[in-house]
């Protein structure tokens, strides 16, 4: 079984759900800074993926620092580090823009989007 929950839904790329998740658990402290991440092989097998999506999830999960590659452990979940919160607030600028793009598209007002903000905010905030 996967330290994380993800359920697949159909006509969205499979390796961004899976990374959503991952990084939802991690805020949501169910996986802890440290622990171990599973494999390639593991992820494949338990999601029932090719293991070449499995792979792209793990390098992505890396490239974002969301995962460290230790040697003779392999993934766990990465400290958040010491990059200024600017830097890691500029880590969120391409899903700002998605949102509003899609906020807009719907017809949705800057208060409603803060509104739909604040409520997630708060439901994942709390531990």
């Known amino acids: 079984m996967l330290p994380f929950s993800v359920e697949i839904k159909p006509g969205y790329p499979i390796a961004e ?4 998740a991952v990084k939802k658990a991690v805020v949501a402290g169910q996986l ?9 092989r593991r992820l494949s097998q338990e999601l029932a993926i090719n293991p070449n999506t499995a792979h792209k999830i793990v ?3 890396v490239a974002e620092g969301v995962l460290t590659m230790t ?8 400290e958040t580090g010491n990059a200024d919160r600017a830097t890691r607030g500029a880590l ?3 899903d700002f823009e ?4 899609e906020a807009m598209k719907l017809g949705l007002s800057q208060d409603e989007v803060s509104a739909a903000l604040a409520r997630h905010w708060q439901r994942l905030g709390k531990k």
């Open 98 to 101: 998605r949102l509003v793009v």
């Open 32 to 40: 802890q800074v440290g622990a171990p991440f599973p494999s390639v």
């Open 92 to 94: 969120l600028d391409g």
């Open 71 to 78: 040697p003779a452990v392999g993934s766990v979940v990465a």
């Open 17 to 20: 759900q899976v990374i959503f």
């Open 59 to 61: 390098a992505s999960l």
